[in-house]
């Protein structure tokens, strides 16, 4: 009797354990590498890209991390765009950069305190206070528009919001084609590259030490985008980065920004000679007028 108890055990235990394997070569192959890993590996015949911060800052009557504002630029420029996603209290995510409303909006409070349904009785303001008629988008519109479009995504994930929530989002909508999430240490990075080995991650790679940080990381460096900070770096850190097949970013967002507006917008042209590949800026046209004409 107790043999074939044992007998019994031991064909269960092996029906659960194929089950187990073939329900993870399933996941393994639905799950796809997004075509950004080979379209932004870096190549030196690559013309510059922008990123729009905030998905376009600065603009009279555009407000940041507006779908209006992300097509008013796309239709002008080739670019891409940094977003920020949060979440509003019945968990839905939605493209706020602040965790509240007075600034970008006619609401007021935390953006967690109101479900989204309330938070669609404001309006967004543009930087210089003047209020508009669009409304806090949701995220899933972004990708949805995003994705239709070609356009790419660089997704800023704020401290409320769970990588694995974007993750599910981005893939239930077929999104991974033009999404890259942002890290900001290497725990983050190892961390998302964990839920979506099959995305492509901005990672911080500022100095030298955080750039082999990344490489003993175990992360492919195929699955990376290295943006090197908002300072300008010793040309041998690109060079380095480039030779492992990895684009550098730049934030020229702030001081870089203000003094090519006050020196010459040629500067942009300067930096992409210095070795950068993404320019991250909150004036998009500016650097569209410099670098591509």
């Known amino acids: 009797m107790k043999k074939?108890?044992?007998?019994?055990?031991?064909?269960?235990?092996?029906?659960?354990?194929?089950?187990?394997?073939?329900?993870?070569?399933?996941?393994?192959?639905?799950?796809?590498?997004?075509?950004?890993?080979?379209?932004?590996a870096y190549n030196s015949s690559h013309n510059p890209i922008i990123?729009?911060?905030?998905?376009?800052?600065?603009?009279?009557?555009?407000?940041?991390?507006?779908?209006?504002?992300?097509?008013y630029i796309n239709d002008s420029i080739s670019a891409i765009y940094e977003i920020d996603v949060a979440k509003t209290k019945d968990n839905i995510l939605i493209l706020m950069h602040d965790n509240t409303l007075e600034r970008t909006s006619t609401g007021n409070g935390k953006v967690i305190d109101y479900t989204f349904k309330e938070l669609q009785k404001f309006d967004l303001e543009d930087d210089f206070?003047?209020?508009?008629?669009?409304?806090?988008?949701?995220?899933?519109d972004i990708l949805e528009w995003a994705r239709d479009n070609a356009v790419v995504l660089t997704i800023d994930i704020k401290r409320s919001v769970?990588?694995?929530?974007?993750?599910?989002?981005?893939?239930?909508?077929?999104?991974?084609?033009?999404?890259?999430?942002?890290?900001?240490?290497?725990?983050?990075?190892?961390?998302?590259?964990?839920?979506?080995?099959?995305?492509?991650?901005?990672?911080?790679?500022?100095?030298?030490?955080e750039f082999e940080w990344l490489l003993r990381s175990g992360i492919p460096t195929e699955n990376m985008i290295a943006f090197t900070g908002t300072r300008l770096s010793p040309n041998k850190l690109y060079n380095k980065i480039q030779n492992h097949g990895i684009k550098t970013m730049l934030g020229t967002?702030?001081?870089?920004?203000?003094?090519?507006?006050?020196?010459?917008?040629?500067?942009?042209?300067?930096?992409?000679?210095k070795g950068i590949d993404v320019i991250a800026t909150d004036r998009p046209f500016a650097v569209a007028n410099a670098i591509y004409n």
């Open 4 to 40: 074939i108890v044992f007998l019994f055990l031991v064909v269960c235990f092996s029906c659960k354990n194929e089950k187990a394997v073939k329900a993870e070569d399933v996941l393994q192959e639905t799950i796809q590498p997004s075509k950004l890993l080979k379209s932004f």
């Open 51 to 71: 990123s729009v911060h905030r998905g376009g800052k600065g603009l009279k009557n555009y407000p940041e991390n507006c779908l209006e504002t992300l097509k």
């Open 129 to 140: 206070g003047n209020i508009t008629s669009f409304k806090i988008p949701l995220f899933k």
């Open 162 to 209: 769970d990588v694995e929530d974007v993750v599910k989002l981005i893939r239930k909508v077929k999104a991974e084609d033009i999404s890259i999430i942002i890290t900001y240490d290497i725990k983050q990075a190892e961390r998302a590259n964990a839920i979506a080995p099959e995305l492509l991650l901005s990672v911080s790679a500022r100095n030298n030490e």
């Open 253 to 273: 967002l702030g001081n870089l920004d203000k003094r090519a507006e006050t020196r010459g917008d040629s500067l942009y042209n300067v930096w992409v000679e």
